[in-house]
């Protein structure tokens, strides 16, 4: 396993990610954006172009093969999953996160397997 970025960064909580302004304030940080209506190839094109560190995207669609082919490093949560790093976010004054990527052949062609670690 190699690290996408090999020290942990801050991690922010940007809801819905459908404003590419305040995303653009973040800077070299984790965003994660959550999906309430469907709008998570908007999210994802919010968050690649607000050059953040990159995206995790929580969402309840369950098929994932068009969202994840991403052109930049990002996760897709399930909304449970999605939850508990919302918590770890809010109790920690200055939450921090690192994305890893594992290098597994089993994935489909064009997709890597990235772990989030807070």
């Known amino acids: ?3 996408t970025n090999p020290a942990q960064v801050a ?3 940007m809801d819905a990610c ?3 302004k305040e995303l653009k304030k973040i800077g070299n940080k984790i965003v994660l954006c959550q999906d309430k209506n469907g709008s998570l190839s908007e999210q994802q094109y ?9 995206g995790v995207f929580i969402t309840s669609i369950t098929d994932l093969e068009f969202y994840i082919q991403s052109t930049f490093p990002a ?4 909304p449970k999953n ?4 919302k918590d770890s ?11 890893e990527f594992q290098d597994d052949s089993s994935y489909q062609t064009g997709t890597k397997c ?4 807070i």
């Open 46 to 54: 919010n968050v690649n172009h607000a050059n953040v560190a990159t």
């Open 89 to 99: 976010i809010k109790i920690n004054s200055q939450p921090k996160a690192k994305l």
């Open 114 to 117: 990235y772990y989030l670690q």
């Open 82 to 85: 999605g939850e508990t790093v």
């Open 1 to 3: 396993m190699r690290s």
């Open 11 to 13: 991690i922010v909580f």
């Open 18 to 20: 459908d404003d590419l």
């Open 75 to 78: 996760i897709v949560l399930n």
